[in-house]
């Protein structure tokens, strides 16, 4: 039997559909979803770069900024030269510079001229909490004479009463010009500085004897919890309050429990820290 007109066309165009749709379908599998597997990978490649660019603008900002306060530090405060090289002139400035805050020696060393411009050496050492010598050192630094510090040695100190105590000596060289203004130089401002941690500061030390007769919870006997508060015969067999956070020999008293009938104290026994927990006898 013939195949009618009307049926050959529609087989036809059926066919021509599905070489369309396998022919789209091969092109979608083997062009385009490999070149959007590229473009992905691409986009993975710009993002990283995007994130290192955004921290690069974070770094250039924060450097902007400290070149900012350093150019007008230098603008507005500029360096100047010692009248002189005689010596009241520096130790002047010396105490002017630590303000009393830092227990200082004095040792001239020598003095060398060149024309009419010259340097003069000198020793200093002593003793002071660590901050205050770092605040001085920043002073120095960034003061307006031309000073500038060219050793320095920093060591602890075995003073248990202050724990930041550091010994120093440092060698310091110190700029003058005999033809220069007849005044004493003054710096422009006391600099802080930027280093607040201590790192001669001993992670185990000794500890403070417990000259005011504070509570030693590991001497002492809970009696009795009532609220946030607890009392306790301590190591004087003296019957004695406390408070939740109040301070105790060495810590403070960290937690109560009515219902487990304890209380927790937190120790520092000179950089080791335990937990006492005292409970209430049966």
């Known amino acids: 039997m013939s195949m009618t007109y009307s049926i050959r066309n529609t087989l036809l165009l059926a066919a021509t559909l599905l070489i369309m749709l396998g022919t789209g379908f091969t092109w979608l599998w083997f062009g385009s979803w490999q070149e959007l597997g590229e473009l992905e990978k691409s986009n993975d490649v710009k993002r990283a770069q995007l994130a290192g660019l955004t921290a690069e603008v974070t770094r250039f900002s924060e450097v902007y900024e400290q070149n900012e306060t350093l150019t007008h530090r230098i603008d507005n405060y500029p360096k100047t030269l010692f009248p002189s090289h005689r010596l009241p002139h520096l130790y002047d400035y010396l105490r002017l510079a630590d303000r009393g805050s830092v227990f200082l020696n004095y040792t001239f060393t020598d003095s060398t001229a060149q024309g ?56 310091l060289v110190a700029y003058y010009n005999r033809g220069g203004r007849n005044v004493i130089p003054t710096y422009a401002e006391q600099v802080r500085g930027e280093l607040p941690h201590n790192p001669f500061f001993p992670l185990i030390h000794g500890v403070a004897p417990n000259a005011n007769n504070m509570i030693e919870p590991e001497r002492s006997r809970l009696q009795a919890i009532s609220g946030d508060a607890i009392f306790l015969y301590d190591q004087g067999n003296q019957l004695r309050r406390l408070v939740l956070r109040e301070r105790v020999h060495l810590g403070y008293l960290e937690s109560v429990s009515a219902e487990r009938r304890e209380a927790t104290f937190l120790l520092n026994k000179g950089g080791i820290i335990e937990r006492v927990t005292l409970r209430i006898s049966q």
């Open 116 to 171: 009419s411009h010259g340097r003069m050496r000198f020793n200093v050492d002593g003793v002071s909490d660590y901050r205050q010598l770092r605040d001085f050192i920043f002073t120095v630094e960034h003061s307006s004479p031309a000073v500038r510090i060219t050793d320095l040695q920093v060591r602890p100190t075995s003073n248990q009463n202050n724990l930041h105590e550091v010994g120093f000596r440092m060698n």
